[in-house]
């Protein structure tokens, strides 16, 4: 699911939402209730979704985790 295909829409894969994911971070800390209520609807993803995507973005180092708040590896 991360790698594009032609078929998809590109506005809902989980490269493009994981950057939005860092801008928005970039901007303000978020917890990761506060990130997942603000960008659900936006983006449409499940749960499930949500949590690989932030795995994901942890798992490169892109963000971290203090005291149950994301902020970007500046």
Known sequence: MII???HQNLSKNYL?????????????NYTIEELFQKT?????I???????IVTF???IEAIR???NT???ME
């Open 4 to 6: 594009p295909t032609k």
């Open 16 to 28: 493009v939402v994981g950057a939005e994911f860092c801008a928005l971070i970039k901007k303000k």
């Open 40 to 44: 659900k609807d936006k983006y449409q």
């Open 46 to 52: 499940s749960l499930e979704a949500f949590f690989d």
């Open 57 to 59: 973005l942890w798992l």
């Open 65 to 67: 985790l203090d005291n």
């Open 70 to 72: 994301l902020t970007t």
